[in-house]
């Protein structure tokens, strides 16, 4: 599928990335409020795609085995804090779901933006945007900012994980600097003073 043919009117597709729990929800949120820009989220179309009975979950059942689904879940659901774990500790597993979904959610989005193809900007939340190769689907790149001791900070609240594996997921990401070098904007969301607002105020 083909996103290039949708649009001929310039329209803005920002995709908003940045390394894990650097803020990026709490950015997307915000120009949602502000502006009411749809928003397509990378993170939403992949719990989508693992729901039951899809074609993706038969697929990740028969990969991972049945100790893959919540025995707690009324609906057979996928246990999404064990398959984090898993293919956090197994890079072949890792490839082998990214291969999977990635494609898929690339396919959402675009569908995604020729839904609102009259819609001057939507805003697209990639976490793994270079990684994944969705450069092409963005008009521009606005890259997320924050020191690495508040990513740990965050990700230890967050995921209530130690701070040796907080370190180590980190570390499965593309670094800063190597996302900076193909970034339009960055947003400093160093610290707890939204320092940031005055600039999307500014460019959008």
Request: glycine share 4%; with cysteine; charged share 30%.
């Amino acid at each position: 599928m083909s996103i290039q043919p949708k649009f001929k009117n310039q329209q803005r597709r920002i995709g908003l990335t940045g390394g894990i729990a650097s803020g990026k929800s709490t950015i997307a949120n915000y120009i949602k409020k502000y502006r009411d820009i749809p928003i397509l989220d990378a993170d939403q179309y992949s719990k989508e795609l693992i729901k039951p009975r899809s074609n993706c979950y038969e697929k990740v059942l028969a990969y991972f085995g049945p100790q893959i689904v919540d025995e707690y879940s009324s609906g057979n659901e996928i246990n999404r804090s064990l398959l984090k774990k898993i293919i956090f500790e197994n890079s072949i597993h890792r490839t082998w779901i990214q291969n999977l979904l990635h494609p898929l959610i690339k396919e959402k989005m675009i569908e995604g933006c020729n839904l609102y193809k009259n819609n001057k900007i939507i805003l697209l939340v990639i976490p793994l945007l270079f990684e994944a190769k969705f450069e092409d689907i963005c008009t521009e790149i606005w890259l997320v900012k924050c020191s690495e001791l508040e990513q740990i900070q965050r990700l230890i609240r967050r995921d209530k994980i130690n701070e040796e594996t907080a370190r180590k997921v980190i570390k499965l990401q593309l670094t800063f600097e190597a996302k900076t070098e193909f970034s339009d904007v960055i947003l400093d969301n160093s610290d707890d003073r939204n320092g940031w607002i005055d600039k999307v105020k500014d460019l959008i």
